[in-house]
Protein backbone atom coordinates (compact mmCIF):
# COMPACT_ATOMS: atom_id res chain seq x y z
CA UNK A 1 0.00 0.00 0.00
CA UNK A 2 1.56 3.60 -1.50
CA UNK A 3 0.44 6.01 1.30
CA UNK A 4 0.48 9.50 0.35
CA UNK A 5 1.20 12.69 2.67
CA UNK A 6 0.41 15.70 0.57
CA UNK A 7 0.52 19.62 1.92
CA UNK A 8 0.62 23.20 0.49
CA UNK A 9 4.24 24.77 -0.20
CA UNK A 10 4.33 28.37 -0.41
CA UNK A 11 6.41 29.91 -3.40
CA UNK A 12 9.47 31.18 -2.74
CA UNK A 13 8.11 34.62 -2.88
CA UNK A 14 5.95 33.79 0.25
CA UNK A 15 8.38 32.41 2.66
CA UNK A 16 7.55 33.09 6.15
CA UNK A 17 9.41 36.03 7.90
CA UNK A 18 10.75 34.98 11.14
CA UNK A 19 8.69 36.59 14.26
CA UNK A 20 11.61 37.31 16.45
CA UNK A 21 11.30 40.80 18.53
CA UNK A 22 13.29 43.44 16.58
CA UNK A 23 15.88 45.11 18.51
CA UNK A 24 14.77 48.10 20.22
CA UNK A 25 17.11 51.85 20.78
CA UNK A 26 18.97 51.56 23.88
CA UNK A 27 17.72 54.21 26.78
CA UNK A 28 20.48 56.61 27.34
CA UNK A 29 20.23 58.14 30.60
CA UNK A 30 20.12 61.51 30.65
CA UNK A 31 21.78 63.28 33.47
CA UNK A 32 20.32 66.93 34.40
CA UNK A 33 22.71 69.70 34.71
CA UNK A 34 23.14 70.99 38.50
CA UNK A 35 21.17 73.79 39.54
CA UNK A 36 23.44 76.73 41.10
CA UNK A 37 21.59 79.41 43.05
CA UNK A 38 22.94 81.96 45.05
CA UNK A 39 21.96 81.47 48.67
CA UNK A 40 23.33 84.66 50.60
CA UNK A 41 23.97 87.71 49.00
CA UNK A 42 26.39 90.44 51.07
CA UNK A 43 26.98 94.39 50.28
CA UNK A 44 29.75 95.61 52.33
CA UNK A 45 29.80 99.31 52.92
CA UNK A 46 30.65 101.82 55.68
CA UNK A 47 28.30 99.99 57.66
CA UNK A 48 30.88 97.94 58.90
CA UNK A 49 33.93 97.75 60.63
CA UNK A 50 37.23 96.51 58.79
CA UNK A 51 40.18 95.31 59.76
CA UNK A 52 43.71 95.86 58.82
CA UNK A 53 44.90 92.41 59.11
CA UNK A 54 42.12 90.52 57.80
CA UNK A 55 38.28 90.38 57.16
CA UNK A 56 36.19 87.24 56.87
CA UNK A 57 32.69 86.25 56.29
CA UNK A 58 31.84 82.68 57.69
CA UNK A 59 28.50 80.82 56.66
CA UNK A 60 26.99 78.39 59.19
CA UNK A 61 23.60 76.14 58.70
CA UNK A 62 21.18 75.96 61.48
CA UNK A 63 22.95 73.16 62.83
CA UNK A 64 26.59 75.24 63.51
CA UNK A 65 27.82 72.94 60.74
CA UNK A 66 30.02 74.63 57.81
CA UNK A 67 28.93 75.73 54.90
CA UNK A 68 31.71 78.37 53.37
CA UNK A 69 33.96 81.19 54.05
CA UNK A 70 35.45 83.98 51.93
CA UNK A 71 37.89 87.00 52.60
CA UNK A 72 36.42 90.03 52.02
CA UNK A 73 36.83 94.29 51.80
CA UNK A 74 34.86 97.48 51.57
CA UNK A 75 32.34 98.04 48.58
CA UNK A 76 31.85 94.37 47.19
CA UNK A 77 29.05 92.31 46.29
CA UNK A 78 29.80 89.48 47.65
CA UNK A 79 27.35 86.07 46.09
CA UNK A 80 27.17 83.00 48.18
CA UNK A 81 26.69 79.81 45.99
CA UNK A 82 25.45 75.99 46.03
CA UNK A 83 23.95 73.49 44.41
CA UNK A 84 20.09 73.90 45.44
CA UNK A 85 19.01 70.72 46.16
CA UNK A 86 21.96 71.43 49.33
CA UNK A 87 20.17 74.98 50.77
CA UNK A 88 19.18 75.26 53.84
CA UNK A 89 16.33 77.39 55.48
CA UNK A 90 18.18 79.44 57.14
CA UNK A 91 22.57 80.26 58.06
CA UNK A 92 24.31 81.74 60.65
CA UNK A 93 26.40 84.64 59.21
CA UNK A 94 29.77 85.68 61.41
CA UNK A 95 31.95 88.66 60.30
CA UNK A 96 35.16 88.42 61.63
CA UNK A 97 37.66 91.17 61.46
CA UNK A 98 41.63 91.49 62.80
CA UNK A 99 42.89 94.75 63.84
CA UNK A 100 46.49 94.99 64.66
CA UNK A 101 47.03 98.86 66.20
CA UNK A 102 51.34 99.72 68.45
CA UNK A 103 51.48 96.07 68.74
CA UNK A 104 48.30 94.96 69.53
CA UNK A 105 45.54 93.01 67.76
CA UNK A 106 41.84 93.12 68.26
CA UNK A 107 40.01 90.17 66.65
CA UNK A 108 36.07 91.22 66.46
CA UNK A 109 33.33 88.60 65.48
CA UNK A 110 29.83 89.69 64.93
CA UNK A 111 27.27 86.90 64.34
CA UNK A 112 24.15 86.77 63.05
CA UNK A 113 21.25 84.48 63.07
CA UNK A 114 18.23 83.07 61.35
CA UNK A 115 19.30 84.56 58.17
CA UNK A 116 16.90 83.04 55.34
CA UNK A 117 17.97 81.45 52.37
CA UNK A 118 18.02 84.40 49.37
CA UNK A 119 18.63 86.77 51.82
CA UNK A 120 20.70 90.13 51.43
CA UNK A 121 22.85 91.92 54.33
CA UNK A 122 23.26 95.38 52.58
CA UNK A 123 25.90 97.04 54.76
CA UNK A 124 26.60 100.01 52.15
CA UNK A 125 25.53 103.57 53.12
CA UNK A 126 25.84 106.87 51.02
CA UNK A 127 27.94 109.23 52.61
CA UNK A 128 26.29 112.44 54.18
CA UNK A 129 27.37 115.77 52.52
CA UNK A 130 27.97 118.50 54.95
CA UNK A 131 28.89 121.38 51.93
CA UNK A 132 25.24 122.87 53.82
CA UNK A 133 27.77 123.55 57.27
CA UNK A 134 30.11 125.61 56.00
CA UNK A 135 31.91 128.00 58.01
CA UNK A 136 31.72 131.63 57.29
CA UNK A 137 33.35 133.16 60.20
CA UNK A 138 32.68 132.87 64.45
CA UNK A 139 31.34 135.15 67.26
CA UNK A 140 31.95 135.20 71.14
CA UNK A 141 28.65 134.75 73.11
CA UNK A 142 28.33 134.94 76.64
CA UNK A 143 25.63 133.66 79.08
CA UNK A 144 25.00 136.24 82.05
CA UNK A 145 23.27 136.35 85.48
CA UNK A 146 23.00 132.32 85.72
CA UNK A 147 22.09 132.01 89.52
CA UNK A 148 24.56 129.84 91.21
CA UNK A 149 21.71 128.09 93.41
CA UNK A 150 20.65 126.09 90.10
CA UNK A 151 22.93 123.00 89.31
CA UNK A 152 23.75 123.43 85.74
CA UNK A 153 24.11 119.76 84.16
CA UNK A 154 24.33 121.94 80.60
CA UNK A 155 24.32 124.85 78.50
CA UNK A 156 24.08 124.11 74.63
CA UNK A 157 23.98 126.15 71.49
CA UNK A 158 22.58 124.56 68.39
CA UNK A 159 22.05 125.23 64.96
CA UNK A 160 23.29 122.09 62.67
CA UNK A 161 26.44 121.76 65.21
CA UNK A 162 26.37 121.62 68.60
CA UNK A 163 28.44 123.46 71.13
CA UNK A 164 28.52 123.15 74.69
CA UNK A 165 29.46 126.87 77.17
CA UNK A 166 32.15 126.91 80.07
CA UNK A 167 31.89 128.47 83.21
CA UNK A 168 34.12 131.78 82.95
CA UNK A 169 33.68 133.99 85.90
CA UNK A 170 31.40 134.35 89.24
CA UNK A 171 30.05 137.81 90.51
CA UNK A 172 29.65 138.61 93.66
CA UNK A 173 26.13 138.34 93.97
CA UNK A 174 26.08 135.34 93.17
CA UNK A 175 25.68 134.90 89.42
CA UNK A 176 27.73 133.26 87.21
CA UNK A 177 29.19 133.41 83.44
CA UNK A 178 29.03 130.79 81.20
CA UNK A 179 30.90 131.28 77.85
CA UNK A 180 31.84 129.58 74.25
CA UNK A 181 33.22 130.96 70.67
CA UNK A 182 30.33 130.12 68.37
CA UNK A 183 30.40 128.85 64.18
CA UNK A 184 28.48 131.11 61.63
CA UNK A 185 27.29 128.52 59.25
CA UNK A 186 26.46 129.19 55.57
CA UNK A 187 22.90 128.21 55.60
CA UNK A 188 22.11 128.48 58.76
CA UNK A 189 20.33 131.92 60.64
CA UNK A 190 19.95 131.28 64.32
CA UNK A 191 21.32 129.05 67.02
CA UNK A 192 19.17 127.52 69.73
CA UNK A 193 20.23 128.18 73.39
CA UNK A 194 19.42 125.67 75.96
CA UNK A 195 19.81 125.17 79.69
CA UNK A 196 19.42 122.03 81.58
CA UNK A 197 19.60 122.75 85.52
CA UNK A 198 19.14 119.94 88.19
CA UNK A 199 16.23 121.52 89.53
CA UNK A 200 13.78 119.77 86.72
CA UNK A 201 13.91 122.81 84.57
CA UNK A 202 15.11 123.37 81.09
CA UNK A 203 14.70 126.63 79.14
CA UNK A 204 15.65 127.68 75.94
CA UNK A 205 16.93 131.11 73.66
CA UNK A 206 16.79 131.26 69.81
CA UNK A 207 19.53 133.66 69.14
CA UNK A 208 19.37 135.56 65.67
CA UNK A 209 21.49 138.58 65.70
CA UNK A 210 25.34 138.20 65.65
CA UNK A 211 27.96 139.26 63.35
CA UNK A 212 31.13 137.82 62.65
CA UNK A 213 33.97 138.51 65.09
CA UNK A 214 30.92 139.81 67.53
CA UNK A 215 30.67 139.27 71.40
CA UNK A 216 27.32 139.08 72.41
CA UNK A 217 25.87 138.60 76.14
CA UNK A 218 22.48 137.62 76.74
CA UNK A 219 21.36 137.28 80.20
CA UNK A 220 19.37 134.37 82.04
CA UNK A 221 16.19 136.12 82.72
CA UNK A 222 15.61 136.68 78.94
CA UNK A 223 15.29 132.66 78.52
CA UNK A 224 11.88 131.39 77.57
CA UNK A 225 10.09 128.07 79.07
CA UNK A 226 9.26 125.51 76.38
CA UNK A 227 5.44 125.07 75.39
CA UNK A 228 5.30 121.13 76.94
CA UNK A 229 7.35 119.13 79.40
CA UNK A 230 7.89 115.67 79.96
CA UNK A 231 9.88 114.61 83.45
CA UNK A 232 12.49 111.62 83.29
CA UNK A 233 12.57 110.58 86.99
CA UNK A 234 15.88 108.65 87.29
CA UNK A 235 16.99 106.13 90.47
CA UNK A 236 20.23 105.75 92.05
CA UNK A 237 22.74 104.75 89.25
CA UNK A 238 26.96 104.78 88.25
CA UNK A 239 26.00 106.82 84.74
CA UNK A 240 23.55 108.63 82.98
CA UNK A 241 23.07 109.99 79.30
CA UNK A 242 20.37 112.40 78.01
CA UNK A 243 20.06 113.85 74.54
CA UNK A 244 17.25 115.54 72.94
CA UNK A 245 16.94 117.19 68.80
CA UNK A 246 13.79 118.67 66.96
CA UNK A 247 14.21 118.49 63.61
CA UNK A 248 12.06 119.42 60.61
CA UNK A 249 12.84 118.83 56.76
CA UNK A 250 16.50 120.74 56.94
CA UNK A 251 16.86 121.95 60.08
CA UNK A 252 18.11 119.51 63.57
CA UNK A 253 18.72 121.33 67.13
CA UNK A 254 19.72 120.43 70.02
CA UNK A 255 17.25 120.74 73.07
CA UNK A 256 18.70 118.47 76.00
CA UNK A 257 21.35 117.55 77.04
CA UNK A 258 22.54 115.93 80.78
CA UNK A 259 25.26 113.62 81.79
CA UNK A 260 26.07 112.53 85.31
CA UNK A 261 29.15 109.78 85.71
CA UNK A 262 27.02 108.82 89.38
CA UNK A 263 24.21 110.20 91.89
CA UNK A 264 21.71 109.57 93.57
CA UNK A 265 18.31 109.74 92.66
CA UNK A 266 16.56 112.92 90.62
CA UNK A 267 14.87 113.95 87.97
CA UNK A 268 15.22 115.48 84.41
CA UNK A 269 12.85 117.63 81.98
CA UNK A 270 12.29 117.62 78.87
CA UNK A 271 11.05 120.82 76.71
CA UNK A 272 8.96 120.81 73.56
CA UNK A 273 8.80 123.11 70.56
CA UNK A 274 6.13 123.72 68.81
CA UNK A 275 8.51 124.71 65.76
CA UNK A 276 9.77 120.85 65.26
CA UNK A 277 7.67 118.09 63.41
CA UNK A 278 9.75 115.38 64.81
CA UNK A 279 12.04 114.51 68.22
CA UNK A 280 14.79 112.45 68.46
CA UNK A 281 15.36 111.44 71.92
CA UNK A 282 18.18 108.91 73.84
CA UNK A 283 18.12 108.51 77.25
CA UNK A 284 20.74 105.79 78.71
CA UNK A 285 21.19 105.20 82.35
CA UNK A 286 23.84 102.28 83.46
CA UNK A 287 22.22 101.64 87.36
CA UNK A 288 24.87 99.72 88.76
CA UNK A 289 27.88 97.27 86.76
CA UNK A 290 25.00 94.22 85.97
CA UNK A 291 21.94 96.68 84.33
CA UNK A 292 21.69 99.11 81.95
CA UNK A 293 18.07 100.65 80.72
CA UNK A 294 18.69 102.37 77.16
CA UNK A 295 15.06 104.61 75.46
CA UNK A 296 15.62 105.72 72.00
CA UNK A 297 12.97 107.11 69.91
CA UNK A 298 12.63 108.84 66.85
CA UNK A 299 9.07 110.79 66.30
CA UNK A 300 6.37 112.63 68.16
CA UNK A 301 7.75 114.20 71.60
CA UNK A 302 7.64 111.55 74.50
CA UNK A 303 5.30 111.87 76.90
CA UNK A 304 6.86 109.15 79.48
CA UNK A 305 9.56 107.27 80.06
CA UNK A 306 10.01 104.92 83.36
CA UNK A 307 13.61 102.75 83.93
CA UNK A 308 11.98 99.32 84.49
CA UNK A 309 13.33 97.86 87.51
CA UNK A 310 16.56 95.28 87.90
CA UNK A 311 15.40 92.03 85.67
CA UNK A 312 17.63 88.88 87.02
CA UNK A 313 19.59 86.59 85.10
CA UNK A 314 20.96 82.88 85.12
CA UNK A 315 23.10 81.16 82.93
CA UNK A 316 23.01 77.59 82.46
CA UNK A 317 25.95 77.25 79.90
CA UNK A 318 28.11 79.65 79.36
CA UNK A 319 29.69 78.67 76.62
CA UNK A 320 29.44 79.98 72.76
CA UNK A 321 28.35 76.98 70.88
CA UNK A 322 25.44 76.02 73.36
CA UNK A 323 24.84 79.36 75.45
CA UNK A 324 21.71 78.58 77.65
CA UNK A 325 20.08 81.05 80.23
CA UNK A 326 17.02 81.71 82.11
CA UNK A 327 15.47 85.74 83.07
CA UNK A 328 12.45 87.20 84.45
CA UNK A 329 12.49 89.46 80.91
CA UNK A 330 9.42 88.10 79.87
CA UNK A 331 8.79 89.59 76.94
CA UNK A 332 11.61 91.47 74.76
CA UNK A 333 11.88 90.97 70.58
CA UNK A 334 15.85 89.71 70.10
CA UNK A 335 18.99 89.11 72.06
CA UNK A 336 22.58 89.75 71.46
CA UNK A 337 25.06 87.97 73.40
CA UNK A 338 28.65 88.51 74.12
CA UNK A 339 31.51 87.49 74.87
CA UNK A 340 34.89 88.49 75.54
CA UNK A 341 38.96 87.78 76.36
CA UNK A 342 41.65 89.93 76.49
CA UNK A 343 45.33 90.99 77.87
CA UNK A 344 46.21 94.20 78.40
CA UNK A 345 48.73 95.68 76.06
CA UNK A 346 48.65 92.42 74.07
CA UNK A 347 45.26 90.39 72.22
CA UNK A 348 41.68 91.67 72.48
CA UNK A 349 38.88 89.12 71.17
CA UNK A 350 35.10 89.91 70.99
CA UNK A 351 32.02 87.90 69.92
CA UNK A 352 28.52 89.19 69.45
CA UNK A 353 25.50 86.62 68.49
CA UNK A 354 22.48 87.80 68.00
CA UNK A 355 18.99 85.83 67.75
CA UNK A 356 15.61 86.39 68.43
CA UNK A 357 13.95 85.42 71.54
CA UNK A 358 12.89 81.69 70.86
CA UNK A 359 15.96 80.90 69.08
CA UNK A 360 18.85 79.11 70.46
CA UNK A 361 21.41 79.22 67.80
CA UNK A 362 23.70 76.54 68.09
CA UNK A 363 27.51 78.29 66.32
CA UNK A 364 30.42 76.16 64.18
CA UNK A 365 33.91 76.86 64.48
CA UNK A 366 36.21 78.76 62.89
CA UNK A 367 37.54 76.84 59.79
CA UNK A 368 41.34 75.78 59.94
CA UNK A 369 42.83 78.09 57.49
CA UNK A 370 41.24 80.82 59.21
CA UNK A 371 42.02 80.05 62.90
CA UNK A 372 45.70 79.04 61.54
CA UNK A 373 46.72 82.23 59.43
CA UNK A 374 45.26 84.14 62.67
CA UNK A 375 46.90 82.50 65.57
CA UNK A 376 46.08 85.12 68.18
CA UNK A 377 42.07 84.77 67.67
CA UNK A 378 41.74 83.53 71.68
CA UNK A 379 38.54 81.55 70.71
CA UNK A 380 38.80 79.22 73.34
CA UNK A 381 39.62 81.54 76.12
CA UNK A 382 36.55 84.05 75.76
CA UNK A 383 34.01 84.35 78.85
CA UNK A 384 30.55 85.22 79.17
CA UNK A 385 29.55 89.03 79.55
CA UNK A 386 26.60 90.13 78.66
CA UNK A 387 23.54 89.60 77.06
CA UNK A 388 21.68 92.78 75.98
CA UNK A 389 17.94 92.52 75.36
CA UNK A 390 15.53 94.45 72.31
CA UNK A 391 12.35 94.72 73.99
CA UNK A 392 10.70 96.88 71.62
CA UNK A 393 11.54 99.49 68.53
CA UNK A 394 12.65 102.01 71.38
CA UNK A 395 13.76 100.11 74.67
CA UNK A 396 16.93 97.62 75.43
CA UNK A 397 18.55 96.42 78.53
CA UNK A 398 21.68 94.63 79.13
CA UNK A 399 22.35 92.44 81.97
CA UNK A 400 25.91 91.95 82.92
CA UNK A 401 27.76 88.54 84.10
Not at 43 to 66: H, M, P
Not at 71 to 87: G, K, L, R, V
Not at 94 to 115: A, K, Y
Request: a negative charge; hydrophobic letters at 30%.
Amino acid sequence: MLILTLGCTKNSGDILETEAEQPKEEEVEVIAEPVIVTYLTIKTGCLLNYGNQGNWIIVYDESGNLIDYKAFQENEIIAFESDETETHEKYSVTFLTINEFLGSIWNELNTSTEVLMGSTLDFSCIEENNASNFITGNFNLKIKNVPDDITVTSINASNGENVGFAYSESSNNGLMTYEADLNILEVKTDYIITIQDGNENAKYYVLENYEIGEEVSINYEDFNSYTDYTDINYPEHTSLRLLLHGSNTNEVYSLSQAFSNGNTQGSLRLGKLNRFDTYNLLYEIKINSEYEYSFENIGEFPKEIITPLQPTITILNSSIQEFKFETSISDYQSKTSSWHYGVSNENFTTWDITSSKAYNPVIGYIPTEISTLHSNLDIEDLIYQQTKFVLNDDETIILSN
